[in-house]
């Protein structure tokens, strides 16, 4: 697929200004502060892009990802996967999505992409 094909496809996940953000909380239990774990992540992934994401340790690459499959929620943003605000989807929906990545990372037998895990979720949805 060339650039210019790309630049013309819908993207399969579109992610826009993607916030993060864990309270600091003092010893009395009060909220001091936020460390912001990801703030304002942008990117479109198109069918047939690979997709690498790079970043020194620490800097809220699993973050970003987990935030995206609502395993932590995100603070702020929106991800679309096939124009489907996944990020608006109920709770109830996200049940089979936590227990695949519980599974694949347990086991390490398969990796589910992204793809995977959103085509189950919509399925099990409609």
């Not at 703030?39 to 990802?65: A, Y």
């Not at 096939?82 to 999505?97: F, P, V, Y």
């Not at 990372?105 to 990796?111: V, W």
Request: some cysteine; proline content about 2%; aromatic content about 8%.
């Amino acid at each position: 697929m060339n650039s210019k094909s790309l630049v013309e496809s819908k993207p399969l996940l579109q992610v826009s200004n993607l916030n993060k953000h864990f309270p600091v909380r003092s010893s009395f239990g009060r909220t001091k502060g936020q460390v912001k774990a990801v703030n304002g992540v942008s990117f479109d992934i198109h069918t047939r892009q690979t997709f690498g994401l790079v970043g020194e340790s620490g800097c809220g690459k699993s973050t970003l990802g987990r935030s995206i499959l609502r395993l932590v929620e995100p603070t702020s943003g929106e991800a679309l996967y096939e124009g489907i605000d996944i990020l608006g989807l109920s709770k109830k929906n996200c049940d089979i999505t936590d227990n695949i990545c519980r599974w694949s990372s347990k086991t390490r037998i398969r990796r589910w992409t992204l793809v995977n895990v959103w085509d189950i979720r919509l399925k099990n949805r409609y």
